[in-house]
C-alpha cells in the first residue's frame, strides 16, 4: 500500500494458515474468539472467514477495517497479540498476508502478490463486470421481486452482486485477463 493508499479509505487484511491436521477444532474456536474481540475495535467493518475443503487445511480469514488508522490500531493491539501467541501448536508455518485498498482486493493473484493492476485498467473492467452482473440479477430475479420495496430489491441485487464478485466473477475474470491486466505471460 502506497502513502496515499494508506490514509483514506477501507483496508481489506486477507490471512492465510496452514492448520495442523487434528486442530481444526481449537482454529474454529480460535477464529472465533479473536474475530469477537476484532468487533470491539473502532472501524472494523467485519470478517469472513473460508473454510479449507479437503484434504486441504488452509484456512483464509479476511478483516475489513473503514480506514488505514483502524487496521493499524488493531494489528499493533496487545489485543491481537496476545491472540497470536495463542496460536501457537495449532498451526503451521508462516501466514500468508496481504492488505489492500479499494479496488485492489478484487484484482489480487497470489502469484503477484505487490502488482496491482492500472486504476484505468481496474475501473474497465469493474464498469463491464458490475453492469453484467447487475443485468443478470435483474433479469433472473426482477420477476419474484416486484412487490418488494425498492430498498429491499436493491439489498438482495447489491449482496448477491459483492459475493459472486468477490468470490466467483472476479478472480476468475482476473485470472482470464491476467496478461493484459498486469502485462505477464
Known sequence: MNDAAEQVGPVTISISRRILPGREADYEAWVQGITAEALKFPGHMGVNVIRPCAPSLEYVTIFRFDSYQHSRDWEESTVRADWLARLKGITAGEDAVQKGTGLEFWFSLPELPATHPSPHKMALVLLIVVFLLVLAINFLLG???????????????????????TYIVMPRVTRLLKRWLYGTD
Not at 153 to 158: C, I, L, Q, T
Open 143 to 165: 420477476p419474484f421481486m416486484t412487490d418488494w420495496p425498492l430498498v429491499g430489491r436493491v439489498f438482495v441485487a447489491v449482496f448477491l452482486q459483492v459475493i459472486l464478485m
